[in-house]
């Protein structure tokens, strides 16, 4: 499939020379850059789904294994 798109001077010349640096044609960078919207969208997508899971969850500790972790870390130098 084929499409036009309007791009920026600006942005039109950055994607020129990244096209260049990747050894790549314009067509091709695009195509890279959608494939790669697609993929950290979805990723986005999970994130957005674990948020709304843990909203409402309140981790608690142990005390002892706090005051255990605590005593280990005063025993580092920093």
Known sequence: MEMAVSL??????????EARLMHVTL??????AVQEYIKNRGK???TKQLNAVYDNYTATIDAGLAQAQYDLLEEEDW
């Open 8 to 17: 920026d001077n600006t942005i039109f010349k950055e994607a020129e020379r």
């Open 27 to 32: 067509p091709e960078l695009c195509v890279l």
């Open 44 to 46: 986005s997508d999970i």
